[in-house]
C-alpha cells in the first residue's frame, strides 16, 4: 500500500506537501512532491547573502563588523599580553593567571565571530555583536574613571561601541540581515 505523509501546509500555494512515496512512482520521478517552506530543489543564486558579494553591504553593516572586529581583536591582544607576562614575570598564582589568560582568549572569540557573521550578512550575528556593545560601555565608563592613561582607552571604548549601535540599528543594517519588521522600508 502507497505510503503518502501530509506533513505541513505549504504557504505559498496552499496545498498539502507529501512526502516521497514508496512503491507506485518511479525513481527519480517527483510529481506530487515539494519541500515545505517553498525550499526549492535547485540551487540557490549568488544574492545578497553571499560572502562574495561585497557590494550588497551596507556601509554601516561594514563599520559594525570592523568595529566589533577591532573589539576583538584587541581582547584576543589582551589575552595574549597576558599570558606572556604569565611566562616572563613572577604573578602570585600561576594557574589563576593562566585560567585568566585563556578566559580573554576565550571571550575574544565573541566579537570576532560576530564580526566575520556581520562582514557575510549572516542574521545570527546581530544579537552577540549588539551584546559585546552593550558590555563595552560599562567596561569604558570604568576606564575613564580610574583616569591616567586609562581615560583615552575608555573614552575610545565607548565612542566605539556607541557607534557600532548606532550601525547595527539602523535601518540598511536590520534589512540587509534579514532582522527588519514586516513592512518596514530602509531609510
Not at 24 to 33: D, I, S, V
Not at 148 to 162: C, E, I
Not at 166 to 182: D, I, K, M
Amino acid at each position: 500500500m502507497p505510503c503518502s505523509v501530509t506533513a505541513a501546509r505549504s504557504p505559498l500555494r496552499g496545498r498539502s506537501v507529501r512526502g516521497p512515496r514508496r512503491g507506485g512512482r518511479r525513481p527519480g520521478e517527483r510529481r506530487g512532491w515539494r519541500y515545505a517552506g517553498g525550499v526549492s530543489e535547485k540551487a540557490a543564486p549568488e544574492g545578497p547573502r553571499s560572502p562574495s558579494a561585497p557590494a550588497a553591504r551596507p556601509p554601516r553593516t561594514a563599520a559594525a563588523a570592523v568595529l566589533t572586529g577591532l573589539q576583538g581583536l584587541v581582547t584576543a591582544g589582551l589575552g595574549v599580553l597576558m599570558l606572556v607576562l604569565v611566562v616572563t614575570g613572577e604573578p602570585d598564582g600561576v594557574a589563576q593567571a593562566v585560567t585568566g589568560a585563556v578566559t580573554v582568549l576565550a571571550l575574544a572569540a565573541i566579537p570576532l565571530s560576530a564580526a566575520l557573521g556581520l562582514w557575510r550578512l549572516r542574521r545570527w550575528a546581530r544579537g552577540p555583536a549588539v551584546l559585546v556593545q552593550i558590555l563595552c560601555l560599562p567596561i569604558g565608563f570604568e576606564l575613564v574613571a580610574q583616569g591616567g592613561l586609562l581615560r583615552p582607552a575608555g573614552l575610545a571604548l565607548m565612542l566605539a561601541a556607541a557607534a557600532a549601535l548606532v550601525c547595527l540599528f539602523s535601518a540598511q543594517t536590520t534589512e540587509a540581515l534579514g532582522t527588519a519588521a514586516p513592512g518596514s522600508r530602509p531609510v
